[in-house]
């Protein structure tokens, strides 16, 4: 495969006639993602990477408030009923200020979690035929790797490389994965649809729904495991492992690995950092469930910075009907409205949503928008 040379052209082009249609198609023929080009021997991103200087990050300190982001033992949520009462008014006092908070004592094995980082490192560092192999962008396939699934209409590519699986609705077997980390795969996912159900329980009776409120309303339909593998970067100041934006579907459990980069746009704070916690997960609100709950609990903006040690390694597990299209219509609860408290927003399909998430891709807007009333 012609990697060096396409390499050589992105990283020097230039000119007043530069063509980036070009460039990203170079780029994508490799199939070899952005590891691709570190294997070949860049030392300058190829521009399209680069961010405008607006949104380049000046301050790349550790936030100011390290302790900002909420972490919940879960220990005692599913024996002890005194116990479950204390975590959901410790949830819902966090989701008054924040969309974020981190989990410990979920149920995961510690052993499951290393493993799943590993299984992600092992597929983006084997060789390169077995992962040209999985490159595909036909967002439909059950199983592909890709880089940037908007590469040809968002304004700054990602510095990252992703490996997905969509679990269900329509997931065939551990045939369908990697060797590489099939296993893993197929043990993380079981792991986390029993954490998914723990929490939907808990979101509905933080809203004084009966437990099983969510899951009767579909929240976990389609389940999607998204990997992201950030390799190092040679000009961290002037990429985004991941451009700022809002997360699709109901609610998102994540794994990072002891890197860091993560952070969450706070109202009052600017960007806080996510710090990893050995054996947590991130928990966060997405788009329909911010939706669904009339703004009760909110979708809120985060992004990756690149750093100049790597590979950054998380796995996103998204409860999303993003793939399971049905003529379900969502909008806020009935339970929730008063007059005090109107909807905010029209009923919509998912496909509606992903319709539009599709066509503005990441970072350019919160697609509620598009919702509201």
């Not at 024996?79 to 479950?84: L, S």
Request: with cysteine.
């Amino acid at each position: 495969m012609a990697v060096a040379g396409a390499v050589e052209v992105l990283a020097t082009e230039t000119s007043p006639t530069y063509d980036r249609e070009r460039e990203i198609k170079s780029f994508d023929e490799t199939k070899l993602g952005v590891k691709g080009l570190l294997d070949a021997g860049v030392t300058k991103v190829p521009r399209f990477f680069l961010l405008p200087k607006e949104d380049v990050i000046n301050d790349r300190a550790p936030s100011s408030d390290q302790n900002g982001i909420p972490i919940i033992d879960l220990e005692g949520v599913l024996e002890r009923e005194d116990r479950r009462r204390e975590i959901v008014k410790e949830i819902g006092e966090v989701l008054e200020t924040w969309g974020f908070f981190q989990v410990i004592n979920h149920g995961v094995p510690q052993r499951v979690l290393d493993e799943m980082i590993q299984g992600v490192r092992r597929f983006n560092e084997e060789a390169e035929e077995e992962k040209v192999a999985f490159y595909t962008r036909d967002q439909q396939k059950r199983v592909g790797f890709v880089s940037n699934f908007d590469l040809y209409r968002s304004k700054v590519a990602n510095w990252r490389d992703t490996l997905y699986c969509r679990i269900t609705p329509d997931f065939t077997g551990p045939h369908e994965l990697p060797k590489s980390c099939r296993d893993i795969f197929m043990e993380y996912s079981k792991h986390m649809k029993d954490v998914g159900d723990t929490m939907f329980a808990l979101l509905s009776e933080v809203l004084g729904l009966k437990p099983n409120y969510f899951h009767e309303m579909g929240c976990m339909d389609g389940h999607l495991l998204l990997t992201h593998y950030y390799p190092s970067c040679p000009e961290p100041d002037i990429t985004i492992g991941t451009s700022k934006h809002t997360d699709t579907g109901f609610l998102t459990l994540l794994l990072q690995d002891n890197i860091g980069g993560l952070q969450v746009l706070h109202d009052d704070l600017g960007w806080v950092d996510v710090p990893p916690v050995h054996g947590a997960l991130v928990v966060n609100i997405a788009d329909l469930l911010q939706l669904v709950t009339n703004d009760k609990f909110r979708s809120v903006v985060h992004r990756v910075k690149t750093q100049e040690i790597g590979p950054r390694i998380s796995v996103a597990c998204f409860f999303t009907t993003q793939m399971y299209p049905s003529g379900r219509l969502y909008g806020p609860i009935e339970e929730l409205m008063s007059e005090e408290n109107p909807p905010k927003y029209r009923e919509i399909t998912t496909e509606d949503y992903f319709r539009e998430f599709f066509v503005h891709g990441l970072g350019e807007e919160h697609i509620l928008n598009h919702f509201r009333i």
